[in-house]
Protein backbone atom coordinates (compact mmCIF):
# COMPACT_ATOMS: atom_id res chain seq x y z
CA UNK A 1 0.00 0.00 0.00
CA UNK A 2 2.53 2.72 -1.26
CA UNK A 3 2.81 4.37 -4.26
CA UNK A 4 6.02 4.14 -4.60
CA UNK A 5 5.50 0.22 -5.25
CA UNK A 6 5.20 -1.27 -8.63
CA UNK A 7 4.20 -5.03 -8.48
CA UNK A 8 4.96 -6.86 -11.62
CA UNK A 9 3.34 -10.44 -12.07
CA UNK A 10 4.69 -11.78 -15.01
CA UNK A 11 7.65 -13.20 -16.95
CA UNK A 12 10.99 -11.82 -15.70
CA UNK A 13 12.98 -12.21 -18.66
CA UNK A 14 10.40 -10.50 -21.26
CA UNK A 15 10.04 -7.50 -18.92
CA UNK A 16 13.64 -7.00 -18.09
CA UNK A 17 14.40 -7.41 -21.93
CA UNK A 18 11.39 -4.69 -22.95
CA UNK A 19 11.67 -2.08 -19.95
CA UNK A 20 13.56 0.70 -20.02
CA UNK A 21 12.30 2.25 -16.46
CA UNK A 22 15.01 2.33 -13.28
CA UNK A 23 14.06 1.55 -10.20
CA UNK A 24 15.50 1.69 -6.28
CA UNK A 25 14.51 -2.23 -5.38
CA UNK A 26 14.06 -5.07 -7.52
CA UNK A 27 12.61 -7.97 -6.06
CA UNK A 28 12.98 -11.10 -7.88
CA UNK A 29 10.80 -13.43 -6.44
CA UNK A 30 11.51 -16.50 -8.79
CA UNK A 31 11.04 -20.10 -9.09
CA UNK A 32 13.65 -22.32 -7.44
CA UNK A 33 17.10 -22.14 -9.20
CA UNK A 34 17.91 -25.68 -9.99
CA UNK A 35 20.70 -26.39 -12.60
CA UNK A 36 19.32 -27.47 -16.15
CA UNK A 37 15.77 -26.27 -14.83
CA UNK A 38 13.52 -24.08 -16.55
CA UNK A 39 14.45 -21.11 -14.44
CA UNK A 40 18.21 -21.24 -14.60
CA UNK A 41 18.80 -18.47 -17.10
CA UNK A 42 16.84 -16.00 -14.41
CA UNK A 43 20.03 -16.43 -12.19
CA UNK A 44 22.42 -16.15 -15.10
CA UNK A 45 25.09 -13.03 -15.73
CA UNK A 46 23.33 -11.85 -18.41
CA UNK A 47 19.89 -11.66 -16.66
CA UNK A 48 21.94 -10.02 -13.30
CA UNK A 49 23.64 -7.69 -16.06
CA UNK A 50 20.01 -6.96 -17.40
CA UNK A 51 18.97 -6.12 -13.71
CA UNK A 52 21.73 -4.03 -13.58
CA UNK A 53 20.52 -1.90 -16.45
CA UNK A 54 16.92 -1.58 -14.39
CA UNK A 55 18.62 0.00 -11.39
CA UNK A 56 19.50 3.56 -10.26
CA UNK A 57 22.68 3.96 -9.30
CA UNK A 58 22.51 3.50 -5.57
CA UNK A 59 19.64 0.55 -6.38
CA UNK A 60 18.88 -2.79 -4.81
CA UNK A 61 18.38 -6.49 -5.86
CA UNK A 62 17.16 -8.76 -3.93
CA UNK A 63 16.40 -12.33 -5.12
CA UNK A 64 15.50 -15.90 -3.77
CA UNK A 65 18.93 -17.50 -4.28
CA UNK A 66 17.81 -21.58 -3.53
CA UNK A 67 17.73 -23.39 -0.26
CA UNK A 68 20.93 -23.85 2.38
CA UNK A 69 19.92 -26.97 3.49
CA UNK A 70 23.31 -29.76 4.21
CA UNK A 71 21.98 -31.37 1.62
CA UNK A 72 22.24 -28.64 -0.72
CA UNK A 73 24.67 -26.56 -0.87
CA UNK A 74 26.32 -25.88 -4.35
CA UNK A 75 23.62 -23.66 -6.05
CA UNK A 76 23.10 -20.80 -3.44
CA UNK A 77 27.06 -20.25 -3.49
CA UNK A 78 26.82 -20.53 -7.32
CA UNK A 79 24.33 -17.65 -7.11
CA UNK A 80 26.08 -15.51 -5.07
CA UNK A 81 29.37 -15.59 -6.68
CA UNK A 82 27.35 -14.95 -10.17
CA UNK A 83 26.11 -11.70 -8.04
CA UNK A 84 29.50 -10.60 -7.21
CA UNK A 85 30.93 -10.66 -10.65
CA UNK A 86 28.47 -8.00 -11.51
CA UNK A 87 27.88 -5.94 -7.74
CA UNK A 88 30.51 -4.45 -5.29
CA UNK A 89 27.88 -5.97 -2.25
CA UNK A 90 26.80 -9.36 -1.88
CA UNK A 91 25.27 -10.05 1.26
CA UNK A 92 23.47 -13.49 2.18
CA UNK A 93 21.12 -14.27 4.17
CA UNK A 94 18.23 -16.97 4.49
CA UNK A 95 14.89 -17.36 6.48
CA UNK A 96 13.17 -20.74 7.53
CA UNK A 97 9.49 -20.70 4.98
CA UNK A 98 7.57 -23.40 6.10
CA UNK A 99 6.09 -24.29 2.80
CA UNK A 100 9.75 -25.62 1.74
CA UNK A 101 10.86 -27.01 4.79
CA UNK A 102 13.90 -25.78 4.93
CA UNK A 103 15.94 -22.56 5.05
CA UNK A 104 15.68 -20.85 1.65
CA UNK A 105 19.07 -18.60 1.03
CA UNK A 106 18.42 -14.86 -0.08
CA UNK A 107 21.36 -12.00 -1.93
CA UNK A 108 20.92 -8.92 -1.70
CA UNK A 109 23.16 -6.95 -4.10
CA UNK A 110 24.45 -3.23 -5.09
CA UNK A 111 26.49 -1.01 -5.68
CA UNK A 112 26.49 1.27 -3.02
CA UNK A 113 27.32 0.14 0.69
CA UNK A 114 24.95 -2.30 2.15
CA UNK A 115 25.70 -1.65 5.87
CA UNK A 116 24.80 -4.70 8.26
CA UNK A 117 27.02 -4.84 11.19
CA UNK A 118 24.79 -2.90 13.07
CA UNK A 119 23.41 -3.44 16.64
CA UNK A 120 19.64 -4.34 16.77
CA UNK A 121 19.26 -1.13 18.90
CA UNK A 122 20.51 0.79 15.63
CA UNK A 123 18.53 -1.81 13.23
CA UNK A 124 15.46 -0.88 15.37
CA UNK A 125 16.33 3.23 15.00
CA UNK A 126 16.22 2.92 11.28
CA UNK A 127 13.38 0.71 10.55
CA UNK A 128 11.46 3.80 12.76
CA UNK A 129 12.65 5.94 10.48
CA UNK A 130 12.20 4.55 7.12
CA UNK A 131 8.68 2.77 7.20
CA UNK A 132 5.82 5.02 7.24
CA UNK A 133 3.66 3.47 9.74
CA UNK A 134 6.62 2.59 12.51
CA UNK A 135 8.54 -0.16 13.07
CA UNK A 136 5.43 -2.03 15.03
CA UNK A 137 3.41 -2.45 11.92
CA UNK A 138 6.54 -5.57 11.06
CA UNK A 139 5.02 -9.01 12.71
CA UNK A 140 8.78 -10.37 11.96
CA UNK A 141 11.34 -8.25 11.28
CA UNK A 142 13.29 -6.07 14.05
CA UNK A 143 16.89 -5.57 14.74
CA UNK A 144 17.57 -9.13 16.59
CA UNK A 145 15.75 -10.78 14.00
CA UNK A 146 18.05 -9.32 11.27
CA UNK A 147 20.78 -10.46 12.37
CA UNK A 148 19.90 -14.23 13.32
CA UNK A 149 18.93 -13.52 9.18
CA UNK A 150 21.98 -12.35 8.30
CA UNK A 151 24.13 -14.81 10.46
CA UNK A 152 24.38 -17.96 8.39
CA UNK A 153 25.88 -21.46 9.33
CA UNK A 154 29.35 -21.83 8.99
CA UNK A 155 29.23 -24.38 6.03
CA UNK A 156 26.88 -21.64 3.99
CA UNK A 157 29.65 -18.80 4.19
CA UNK A 158 32.43 -21.56 3.47
CA UNK A 159 30.37 -22.58 0.37
CA UNK A 160 30.00 -18.99 -0.85
CA UNK A 161 33.91 -18.67 0.15
CA UNK A 162 35.28 -20.68 -1.79
CA UNK A 163 33.02 -20.86 -4.80
CA UNK A 164 34.33 -20.24 -8.32
CA UNK A 165 32.01 -21.24 -10.62
CA UNK A 166 29.34 -18.15 -12.60
CA UNK A 167 26.77 -19.29 -14.00
CA UNK A 168 26.57 -18.05 -17.89
Not at 103 to 132: A, M, Q, R, W
Request: aromatic fraction near 8%; charged fraction near 25%.
Amino acid sequence: DDERCKLIIGDALKYIDETDEKYDVIIGDLTDPIENGPSIELFTRSFYEKIKQCLNESGVYVTQAGTISLHEEKVFPRVANTLKTLFKEVVPFSSFIPTYGTPLGFLVSSDSKLVINLTPDEIDEKLDSNLHKGRETLRFLDGTSFLGLVGLPANVRSSIQSESIVYK
